[in-house]
């Protein structure tokens, strides 16, 4: 079975392919959002990946945002996207993933080189512009890929975004769960583990659930960066019940 979910799989991302080629150059902004939510909803469907989505009451995520998450897998994205596109802003090393690269950049994705500041202030400005028209921007601020129950610090350069946007930042907190509601190691991607083995062990398991949970947007009036960073990552932390390890992100 393993290798018809992998056909299934493949054949989901050349259409995807095509509908970035062909589609997206001559439909406007809404259709091409409408468009990714329904291919992150398959993709995730020919995965194993069922999503459920916890949103507390009084929360409401309508509004302009930056929004930040934890990061547990390249699943992430597309969990994320398959409840409403975002603009993402990830790791270089993403752009080179087999196929699933080059889809994330035509969906938007924003690539940043570890260690280069110029990247950084390019990118921050972009994304401020972005906020300031009304797209929905989101990152990683580990900066990698973490163990379930574990969340790195966070880096703060991009929060930055948000306060002169003059958006909250609106956190996201992600897991992935067992029938018995356990945490499900197979969605972890750390370490040595390359993407091909991380998309076969997924396949594999299958029968994950993607649970996200929208937490209360911080607000940026008079806050600093780092200040929000850190509330961002221990509401995160706390909605997990993951302890925030000292391990520097990447």
């Not at 992150?40 to 509004?63: E, M």
């Not at 897998?73 to 087999?98: G, H, T, Y």
């Not at 659930?209 to 221990?234: F, G």
Request: charge should be positive; aromatic fraction near 8%; glycine fraction near 6%.
């Amino acid at each position: 079975m393993t290798a018809w979910y992998l056909l299934r799989l493949i054949l989901h991302l050349m259409a995807g392919l095509a509908t970035c080629a062909v589609i997206f150059p001559i439909v406007a902004a809404p259709r091409r959002e409408q468009l990714i939510r329904r291919w992150s909803q398959k993709l995730l469907r020919i995965c194993g990946v069922k999503v459920r989505t916890r949103v507390p009451a009084g929360i409401d995520d309508a509004g302009p945002a930056l929004i930040v998450s934890n990061h547990v897998s390249w699943l992430d994205i597309f969990v994320i996207n398959a409840r409403q596109p975002c603009r993402f802003v990830a790791k270089a090393d993403i752009r080179d993933w087999p196929l699933v690269g080059w889809l994330c950049e035509k969906a938007g994705t924003v690539f940043i080189a570890r260690g280069r500041q110029r990247d950084v202030r390019r990118i921050f400005q972009g994304l401020v512009e972005s906020v300031r028209a009304g797209e929905r921007v989101a990152f990683f601020p580990e900066g990698t890929t973490a163990a379930q129950g574990t969340v790195l610090p966070f880096h703060a350069n991009l929060f930055e975004a948000a306060i002169d946007a003059g958006v909250p930042v609106h956190p996201y907190a992600v897991r992935y769960l067992d029938a018995a509601d356990r945490l499900h190691p197979a969605a972890e991607f750390i370490g040595d583990m390359t993407f091909a083995q991380s998309v076969m062990e997924i396949l594999r398991r299958r029968n994950l659930i993607a649970e996200v949970i929208l937490l209360p947007p911080i607000s940026t009036e008079n806050a600093h960066r780092r200040d929000l960073a850190s509330a961002s990552r221990a509401c995160i932390a706390e909605a997990l019940g993951a302890r925030m390890a000292d391990q520097p992100g990447i």
